[in-house]
């Protein structure tokens, strides 16, 4: 069962998604952590990867930990919004994860 997230995003988070998902549909792949950074204007992949995982936590992305280019956007329904499969955010990732 998918857990709701209540939280609403800061409008930084709302931010941090939209670039996420631009990049997304632009190249057809997911950002780097860098990639975002950059085009966020942040200079430091440690405050990218925050964002990244708070975003996580609110359940709007899941992370596949290890693997590159791993986040992935989670659809307003829960679903994939790519094949439209049911998605569970990664518990593991919550462990790490921070607001």
Known sequence: MRTTHATPLTARQAEV???FRRILQ???RPPTVRELGAHLGLMSPHGTMC???AL???GK???ANGT???FTPIG???CCPTCGHQLEPDASTFANATE
């Open 76 to 78: 307003e329904d829960g």
């Open 51 to 53: 964002h990244l995982l």
């Open 61 to 63: 992305l899941r992370h």
């Open 17 to 19: 998604l939209a670039v």
């Open 26 to 28: 632009e190249t057809g």
């Open 56 to 58: 996580v936590k609110k």
């Open 68 to 70: 590159a280019r791993g």
